[in-house]
């Protein structure tokens, strides 16, 4: 199994920048589709971002338009979220998950994930 561990949230204010890591145990990191989620109170988990195992093809949300950026190193099994131009509605709880299957494509539904890590609080100010 695979264990993931987010880092990077915090509070910033509308228009600043976080960058949100996810680092991954197991030897298979390389080989798996990963995504970011996002869950805000009272709200669906949303899909944010994913990147295919190699990182030659991503897909975003449409709310993102072009304010994120995922990364992903696979000699350091991590995978990473830049976001910029926050705004107080990306206030939410932001997921890593890692694909279901090896060499799979990225998925845009939770349910195509098999591993999770625990979250980050990313809270923007007004």
């Known amino acids: 199994q695979a264990q993931l561990v987010e880092s990077g949230g915090g509070l910033v204010q509308a228009g600043g920048s976080l960058r949100l890591s996810c680092a991954v145990s197991?030897?298979?990191?390389?080989?798996?589709?990963m995504g970011w989620f996002r869950q805000a109170p009272g709200k669906e988990r949303e899909f944010v971002a994913g990147?295919?195992?190699?990182?030659?093809?991503?897909s975003y949300g449409e709310f993102v338009k072009g304010r994120f950026t995922i990364s992903r190193d696979n000699a350091k099994n991590t995978v990473y979220l830049q976001m910029n131009s926050l705004k107080p509605e990306d206030t939410a709880v932001y997921y890593c998950?890692?694909?279901?299957?090896?060499?799979?494509?990225?998925?845009?539904?939770?349910?195509?994930?098999?591993?999770w890590g625990q979250g980050t609080q990313v809270t923007i100010s007004s």
């Open positions: 998950a890692a694909g279901r299957t090896p060499y799979g494509s990225i998925t845009v539904v939770a349910t195509g994930y098999a591993y």
């Open positions: 197991g030897r298979t990191f390389s080989t798996y589709a």
């Open positions: 990147i295919i195992w190699s990182g030659s093809s991503t």
